[in-house]
């Protein structure tokens, strides 16, 4: 008895389709995942930023004023003058710019960071470390520092701490010095400033050894757009829109010339 076989005339069979949907599941996994790790990746890059920036706030703007610091550990207990190396009693997560003088202070009205979050970047915790006697009487040096933590997914470490040393003020208790205010102790003698000749197209200042804090920094050209300005740890880079600065599309024909596609990076150093 001879069997017939049956070929198919069209369309795809069970198996094959079975096989087609895997491999498509497979691919689509793959894509998925390259696209959240660049998110969590572009995440961490603009966390690492916002850190940046918040601790040129905090030299610029919060620590310039010492009675910021003075409302922000308002109630602090006395420390022994020589021991502990932390100031206790207050345990602060919001940061802004106080109207009142302490210890009335008030509210501020925004805040630089704070434990919700700014921006993507949250408080953990804001102390006052380090803190060490100095030559003068009632005067303590220190570490401003914030435990800050990204509000977003990232690829790569979610906690980074923000560090400013800074000037403590205190008065007597008996054998003990009292909390009364902080400042930046950054001066005009412990920075220096960078500044690169103009070079076509980018530019990067970078610090020197002896004063290794990138603080602050900006960009100036000739004639084209800024299209990147970038504060690192040590360092200001300057980009400019290449495209517009050539005179061909998509250029505006005006910054054609060398000299035209100039820019300089200035960073300010501290130790």
Request: proline share 5%; aromatic share 6%; charged share 10%.
């Amino acid at each position: 008895m001879k069997h017939k076989t049956v070929f198919s005339k069209g369309g795809f069979s069970l198996v094959e389709m079975l096989v087609m949907v895997g491999i498509m599941s497979i691919v689509l996994l793959a894509m998925m995942t390259m696209q959240d790790n660049q998110t969590k990746s572009n995440n961490y890059l603009d966390f690492k930023l916002k850190t940046i920036q918040l601790r040129g706030t905090l030299i610029g703007q919060f620590l310039k004023d010492a009675n910021n610091c003075a409302c922000l550990f308002n109630g602090a207990p006395p420390f022994p003058a020589a021991g502990t190396n932390q100031l206790g009693g207050a345990a602060p997560t919001d940061v802004g710019l106080y109207t009142s003088a302490a210890p009335a202070c008030g509210a501020p009205a925004s805040y630089f960071i704070n434990a919700a979050g700014v921006d993507g970047v949250a408080a953990k915790s804001v102390s006052l470390q380090n803190i060490k006697t100095t030559t003068i009487p009632n005067i303590y040096s220190g570490d401003f520092v914030v435990n800050a933590t990204s509000t977003k997914a990232v690829l790569g470490p979610k906690d980074i701490t923000v560090s400013v040393p800074v000037s403590i003020s205190t008065t007597p208790v008996g054998a003990n010095a009292q909390f009364t205010d902080c400042s930046v102790t950054t001066t005009t003698s412990d920075c220096v400033t960078v500044t690169t000749p103009m070079t076509n197209f980018c530019a990067t200042a970078i610090c020197p050894v002896d004063h290794p804090k990138a603080v602050s920094g900006q960009c100036s050209a000739s004639c084209h757009w800024i299209q990147e300005t970038t504060l690192s740890a040590d360092r200001q880079y300057c980009g400019v829109i290449q495209g517009n600065c050539t005179g061909t599309a998509p250029g505006d024909g005006i910054c054609i010339y060398g000299g035209q596609r100039a820019t300089s990076a200035t960073v300010v150093c501290c130790k």
